[in-house]
């Protein structure tokens, strides 16, 4: 593992089978002697290089000295942490040949130069408050032909805020978008994995232009009432059709309100479903969605069955008329109660899984005496059953 440093230091994971006792030198020595010697011989390779620096003003030539040394030494994995202020990245970083895996958090933001070849990097994350421009990351990205996983993270533009920032790329095949405030539009054709958060006073902001090799999708955004971004979040939400495993997190399960059921989005290779809190209002689109997701194995309920405030006499009534994917094996859901809304839904679910095998519930525990327990279990018992050989167990609590 790489080991944080603090601030003005040097680290570097080295081999324990073969120790490297020059690296232990002080800084300014270690950068005077290696300027005495060959390339040849001022080069023992290291794997990994960490630098983590805190909330000062740092001299460029201490920092370009630090970075040169790594790069010198034809680092594979650089992790990058800059929380003070600095002029520049030295230019060397973004023409390494030997880079695999970069990471760049940069609080204050950084300056992405015009000339960038890093013909072996197949791992980005980048982190930054304040990038230069809206260009600068879809050309980052569009010169690293390599590159395979992206991850953007907490990324800020503070300039063009009428501009998307847009990201292309034929080799990219992980994509994580997490808490940036900017619109994204992105062309990723081999993309086989995308994680999209929002943050919390932002609304969906993601645009995807094709999604036909995805299998998994991650995707977590608040509702809104306008209906631009209403139109934004149900087209992200039906661009991932194609995947296998999905996660509705947050807000996201809201966007089917809004939508006729002849327009609710179909996955005809979804297997295994993660659902985010539903209310009582999207229980019915929910149910019609379930019954027309023909090869639906596992649906896991990771933050509950229903909203602890829903009442049982505001369930929809026409729930029990709808059917239930008949692929169902196994259901799950956290943060169980006991409720009587729960228990309603419940027995809807028991009742038209005609091949459950497993019914997993995830107690809470500060909410469960033995007695609750015995109770709850003695109801589920009593409630009709499409498939006889389904066993419901109670555990405790599991985190998603």
């Excluded at 030494?73 to 929380?83: A, D, G, I």
């Excluded at 631009?228 to 997190?249: F, N, T």
């Excluded at 994917?325 to 899984?353: P, Q, W």
């Excluded at 033995?370 to 599991?398: D, G, H, I, Y």
Aim: net charge positive; charged share 25%; with cysteine.
């Amino acid at each position: 593992m790489s080991r944080p440093l603090k601030c003005g230091k040097l680290s570097e994971v080295e081999d324990q089978e073969n120790t490297d006792k020059i690296s232990s030198l002080p800084d300014d020595l270690l950068g005077h002697l290696l300027s005495f010697l060959p390339t040849k011989n001022a080069v023992s390779p290291i794997k990994k290089f960490h630098l983590n620096c805190g909330e000062h003003t740092y001299d460029d030539t201490h920092l370009h000295a630090w970075v040169s040394v790594a790069l010198l030494k034809r680092v594979e994995q650089l992790n990058l942490s800059f929380r003070g202020q600095f002029n520049a990245l030295p230019h060397c970083l973004f023409v390494c040949q030997t880079i695999v895996e970069l990471k760049i958090c940069c609080i204050k933001g950084f300056r992405v130069p015009n000339s960038i070849h890093l013909p072996s990097l197949k791992i980005l994350r980048l982190t930054s408050k304040n990038f230069s421009d809206r260009d600068s990351l879809g050309k980052f990205v569009s010169t690293c032909s390599l590159l395979q996983e992206l991850i953007v993270d907490q990324c800020e533009w503070h300039v063009d805020s009428d501009r998307h920032v847009c990201l292309s790329s034929q080799s990219v095949k992980h994509l994580t978008i997490i808490y940036c405030k900017d619109r994204f539009e992105v062309d990723a054709p081999n993309l086989v994995y995308l994680q999209y958060y929002s943050t919390e006073d932002v609304d969906v902001a993601l645009s995807l232009k094709s999604a036909d090799r995805l299998v998994e999708a991650n995707l977590e955004f608040s509702f809104t009432d306008n209906s631009d971004l209403i139109q934004l979040g149900l087209a992200l939400i039906k661009a991932v059709y194609h995947v296998k495993e999905l996660y509705l997190r947050g807000d996201a399960i809201q966007f089917l309100t809004r939508t006729e059921d002849d327009q609710i989005p179909l996955y005809p290779n979804l297997v295994k479903l993660y659902l985010g809190l539903c209310t009582y209002d999207t229980w019915k689109y929910v149910t019609y969605w379930l019954a027309n997701l023909p090869r639906l194995e596992t649906l896991i309920f990771y933050q509950g069955l229903v909203d602890v405030y829903s009442r049982a006499e505001k369930w929809p009534s026409n729930i029990a008329l709808i059917p239930f994917s008949s692929r169902v094996k196994v259901i799950e859901a956290c943060s169980f109660n006991g409720t009587t809304t729960e228990l309603v839904i419940l027995k809807y679910l028991l009742k038209n899984a005609r091949i459950l095998k497993r019914l997993i519930l995830y107690k809470v525990l500060e909410n469960f005496s033995k007695k609750q327990e015995l109770q709850a279990n003695k109801k589920l018992l009593m409630f009709p059953r499409a498939s006889k050989t389904c066993v419901v167990q109670l555990r405790k609590e599991e985190q998603y």
